[in-house]
């Protein structure tokens, strides 16, 4: 008898041009990446002790505190809070089945988001900046979040979507053992902004099953300006390395089901502020061409981007074009738009 590779089929996704509006654009399939044996989480893999382990080795970054590139130093175990504001309980703002999230996420029955208040970046133009900037949300306890994930997969979420998690991954970390010892099953989604510590992304290994970070910016001036954060390409770059080293490119399942794998966010912004050109040339070329990648249309003017001209409009139709065509031309095939057939 033949022996079943993990992935025997292998499909494609491109962009198609068709006029000149971005509301034209399709995405035409070609070839999936197709999950044949039944799938289980990174994170089933492990055994508890190792789990706890890893918990331990995240709570003690928090008393000298580098869980981001900032490096604050403080020590949240007695009370410091750094630029993120946040102590050593998990902060949460809401959650619940998402469906407005990509489509390997979605699925039929949503993505189980928990959106975490709080953020290590300082983004002027947000879009959730009562939660990230304001501190929408309240302080739980790990028995409660724990719970919270139980209660996404009992409603048949396909996944567990940490939204916004860098600085709050210990306590993430704390509240999963728990959640696995109650019998969590489902793939853990890693949504966060780019900026990350390796110290703490290699404490995640075999533990996140889907990686999905935003690529914001090329340029160190623009991050420094708009997100307060002069390294950030840099740092997004090594994150999205490391990310891609533990994960590999995005596999499916028969029913286009993300199981595990990176997926990149790169929203486009006005006069070319997000530097598309730096950021694909880096996926296509240090990366994999085979990485899915969300071109995304929908910035509007949130926060304080009043305040900040170009980020004071919506971007044209010709703008979210030039950064479709910049992925075709860098052969990225693996690109997808949000926007509907």
């Known amino acids: 008898m033949r022996k079943l590779s993990l992935c025997s089929m292998r499909k494609k996704y491109r962009v198609v041009c068709e006029g000149n509006s971005q509301k034209t654009y399709r995405v035409r399939e070609e070839m999936v ?4 044996i039944p799938f289980r989480a990174a994170y089933i893999g492990m055994s508890r002790r190792e789990l706890w382990e890893r918990v331990s080795r995240a709570e003690g970054i928090l008393k000298e505190c580098t869980l981001c590139p900032r490096d604050c130093g403080v ?3 007695s009370g410091e809070v750094g630029f993120c504001k946040t102590g050593n309980k998990p902060f949460v703002s809401s959650w619940g089945p998402h469906f407005g999230e990509e489509r390997p996420l979605v699925g039929r029955f949503g993505s ?25 949300g309240e302080e739980i306890s790990f028995e409660r979040l724990a719970k919270i994930m139980e209660d996404l997969q009992g409603m048949g979420c396909h996944n567990i979507n940490l939204v916004t998690p860098t600085h709050q991954m210990p306590m993430i970390l704390h509240a999963l053992a ?26 995640l290994r075999g533990i996140i099953d889907i990686y999905m970070p935003d690529f914001k ?15 950030y390409p840099d740092r997004a770059k090594a994150s999205l390395k490391e990310m ?12 286009g089901i993300a199981q595990r794998g990176l997926l990149v ?38 926060y304080r981007a009043s305040e900040h001209p170009p ?31």
């Open 33 to 36: 990446e197709i999950q044949q």
């Open 75 to 77: 020590d949240r175990t």
């Open 112 to 136: 189980g988001t928990i959106f975490f208040g709080n953020c290590n970046l300082g983004c002027v133009f947000c879009q959730n900046w009562t939660i990230s900037h304001l501190g929408e």
């Open 178 to 203: 728990i959640a696995v010892e109650k019998g969590l099953t489902i793939p853990i989604v890693y949504n966060c902004g780019g900026y990350e510590s390796l110290e703490a992304l290699k404490l």
């Open 217 to 231: 910016y090329g340029d160190p001036e623009k991050a420094l300006n708009y997100s307060k954060v002069k390294d």
């Open 244 to 255: 891609h080293m533990q994960v590999g490119d995005l596999v499916m399942n028969g029913r």
């Open 265 to 302: 966010r790169h929203l486009v912004l006005p006069e070319d502020i997000a530097g598309t050109e730096e950021v694909i040339s880096f996926i296509a070329g240090e990366i994999s061409e085979n990485t899915y990648l969300n071109i995304m249309d929908q910035y509007s003017p949130c």
């Open 311 to 341: 980020l004071n409009r919506k971007i044209t139709n010709k703008e979210y074009a030039a950064a479709v065509a910049t992925a075709r031309r860098r052969g990225l095939d693996s690109v997808r738009s949000i926007l509907q057939i």
